[in-house]
């Protein structure tokens, strides 16, 4: 499975972003799909993820800020609202599916006035 990213950039505290990740194939019946993000100088963290398609979990920081959703075939949300500056970090797309594990390229949010 390939995992392309997309949707960050530099936005202002309190802002907000949606970022996308399109997947090489549905998935839709995938057992876990979230997002991960990786700050300078700090270890990759869950974000959001969505298991078996229905328990969605969040990182304490980003509850009540953070969305994540996705559609019927390949494509996975995460809306970021009241962005603030340590929220700065490379976000992945992972997937885990049949024992594998996937991850995108990761696309860079920047909040910064």
């Not at 993000?37 to 953070?66: C, H, I, M, W």
Request: glycine content about 12%.
């Amino acid at each position: 499975v390939q995992l392309q990213e997309s949707g960050g950039g530099l936005v202002q505290p309190g802002g907000s972003l949606r970022l996308s990740c399109a997947a090489s194939e549905t998935i839709f019946s995938f057992r876990f799909v979230g997002w991960y993000r990786q700050a300078p100088g700090k270890e990759r963290e869950l974000v959001a993820g969505l298991l078996l398609g229905s328990t969605t979990n969040y990182a304490d920081a980003v509850k009540g800020r953070f969305t994540i959703s996705r559609d019927s075939t390949s494509n996975l949300y995460l809306q970021m609202n009241s962005l603030q500056p340590e929220d700065t970090a490379v976000y992945y797309c992972n997937v885990q599916h049949a024992g594998m594990y996937y991850w995108g390229k990761g696309t860079l949010v920047t909040v910064s006035s």
